[in-house]
C-alpha cells in the first residue's frame, strides 16, 4: 500500500508540474505570436515606406535628367519622413532634410535596401545612380541620443530646454491646484448634463418620445455646452497660434539684429571664403553671449561655415547643411522653419549674411524653441478665468430651462388637461392665458373650438333626440299598422253581412281574429314600454345556474313543442350580474332560438353551462339547428327595431345585450346554416 500511495503521489505531483510547465509554454506561445504580429504589421508598414521611396526615385530622376534637381522639392513630391540626398563628384548638391548625421558616406551597392547606422539614427537605405549623379534613399527607422550627445546639447543656449521641462528663467512651472479644481468640476458638470441627457432618452427610448420641457431643457443645454466646448477648443488654439507666432516673430528680430552685427563687422568682405573659421567662429561665439543664443553661419552653397557651439558639428550632433526649405526655396529675406534634432522639433530662424554693399555672403540660422511650459502657463492662466464662468453659466442656464419650459408647457398641459376631459354632453370650461404669443393664439382657438363644440354639442343631442323619436314613431306606426289593416277589413266585412244570415256565423270568427290583434297591439305596446322603461343594471352575486335552470323549464312549454336540453350544473355557480334582469336574458334568446326553428324541421335546442377553474369568466351557450342567420343581416343582428320576424319588434337581442354588457359581461354568436349559437359570458365572484 505504501508504494501504490508513494507512486500516486509521484504521478500527482508530476501531473501538477506538466501542468505548470504547459501553463508557461502557453504564455510564450502567446507573447511569441503577439510580438510576431506586431513584426508584421511594422514590416508592413517599412515596405510601404520603401515602395513610396522607389516611386519618388524615379521623380528625382526624371528631375536630374531634365536639368533642375530641386523642381522636386518645389512642388512638394517627397515625403517628410523619407530623406534623399544627391551627389555628383563626391559633393551633395540636393538634400531634402538636415535632420540625419554621419562621419562618412559609402556606396555598398546600388537599387538593394540596405541597414545603415547613422550618428544618431537607424536607417534603411538605398543608392541609385543616374548618369554621374548619385541618389540615397534614407528612411529613419529609430532615433538616438548618446548620453554625451545630451551633455553637449545641454552647454548649448537654445538647444538645452529641449531636454528639460524648465522655463527660459529655470524655474519648473506647475500646473495651479485651483485650475485643476476647476478642471474636474468643469468636467463633473458637463458629463452630469450628458448622462442626464442620455438616461433620459434611454428611459423613453428616443429623443423623439421625451416630454417637451425635457426638450427644451436638453436642447438648451447642449447648445450651450457645445458653444462653450467650441469657444474652449478655438481659445486654445488661438492661445497656442498667438503664442507661436509671437515666438517667431521675436526670434526674427533677434535674427535681424544679429545680421545687422555680422554686417557691421564683415562691412568690406566680399566673400566668407577669405574668413578663417575660428576667427568666425570667436565673433558668433561673442554675439551668441550678448543675445543668449546660438548663432550658424552657412555658405551659399549651403555648407556651414561657422557656428558658436562648433562641438555640436564636430560630434555630428547637427547636419553640416542648411534647412533645403531655405536652400532651395523661394521664401523671404528672413524666415522661420521648424529642425530637428533626433525625435525633438526646434525652430530656427534664417536670413542673409550680407556686407555694407548688402551682397549676399551666406547665411544666418538662429535656433530657438517653443516652449510647452510657457504656452501650459498661458493655457492655465485662461483656464482659471473661463471655467469658473462656465461652472456658473451651465448651472444658471440648467436653472433658466426649467423655468422656461415650465413656462412654456404649462399652458400646453392646461390645454391638454381639458382636452382629455372634454365631453360633448358636459360643458367645458376656458382656459385662462393672459399673454399674446403662439401659445395665447393657441389657447383662444381652444376656447372658441369650446364654444362651438357647445353649440355643435346641443345641436347634435337635439338632431338625435328628433331622429331617435322619428324612428321610434315610425317603428310604432308600423308596428300597430300590420294588425290594423285585418281588424279593419274584419269589421267591414261584418258590416255587409249585417242583417244576413251567415251574419252570426262570421261573427264568431271575426271576433275572434279581433281578440288576437287586440292582444297583439298590447303586445306590442309592452314590448316598446319595457325597452322606454328599461331600468338600469344593479349587478350582485347571482346562482346563474339556478336562473338557467329556471329559464328552460319555462320555455320547455313553447307551442312548437320543440325539446329544449340542458348541460350543467342545477345551482352553486354564483356570478356578478343583474339578479332580476338577467333570466330575462335567458328567456329571450331561448325564445329567438325556438321561433328560428322552421316547422318542417324537427328541432333541437341545447343549453349549457360551462365553469372552467383556470377562466375568470362563466361560458353560457344556447345552440339552435335552425337555418342560421344570413350573411348580410348579421351586422345588424343588435340593433334596435331591426326584426326577421313578421310579428317581432326587434327590441329583444338589445334589451338583452344591455342587460349582459350592464354586468360587465359579453355577449356574441356564431352561426351557419346547421344553426346558431349564442355565447353569453359572465364573470365569476
Known sequence: MTNIFKKVCKSTVFFVILQAEMKKVWKILFFALLLTLVGCSE??????KEARAEHELELLQEAILSGNVDSVWLVGQLSSDIHYLVFRAGRVIFWSDNSLTTPTIFIPKYDVWYNDQFTNAMCRCMWKKVEDYQIQAVIPMEWK??????????NSFSYKPLLTDEDRKGEVISVDTRVRIYFILTIFVFL????WGIVAMVRVRGYRNLNLSHKIQFTT??????????VFAVSIRY???HYQQRQEAELQQKCRFIQTALQNLYFWDISLGSVSPEALNADLRDLAYAYGTDIHVYGLDGRLLGSSTPSLFQHRLLSLYLAPEVMFSKKPATMTCYSSLGEMRYLSAYTEFVNGSFITLGYIAVPSFISEAEINEEVESFIARLFPLMILAMIAAFIFSIGLSRALVA?????????????????NAHIPYANNDEIGRLVVQYNNMVDELAKSSRKLAQSERETAWRTMARQIAHEINNPLTPMKLTVQQLQRLKGSDRFDQQFDKASTMLVDQIDNLSRIATSFSTFAKQPEVQTSEVDVAKKLTAAVELTSNNPQQIPIRYFGPSEGITVQADKE????????IIRNAVQAIDNSKKGDIMVILKDDPNKPEVEISISDNGPGIPLDIQPKIFLPNFTTKSNGTGLGLVISK???EGSDGRITFQTSKNGTTFFIYLKKV
Open 43 to 48: 514590416n508592413q508598414k517599412l515596405r510601404h
Open 145 to 154: 541620443l548618446s548620453d554625451g550627445a545630451k551633455r553637449e546639447i545641454a
Open 192 to 195: 452630469a448634463i450628458i448622462i
Open 221 to 230: 443645454l447642449l447648445v450651450l455646452l457645445i458653444g462653450y466646448v467650441s
Open 239 to 241: 492661445i497656442r497660434q
Open 411 to 427: 399652458p400646453i398641459k392646461a390645454v391638454t388637461a381639458q382636452m382629455s376631459n372634454l365631453s360633448l354632453r358636459d360643458p
Open 581 to 588: 334582469q338577467i333570466g330575462q336574458v335567458f328567456v329571450n
Open 658 to 660: 344591455n342587460i349582459v
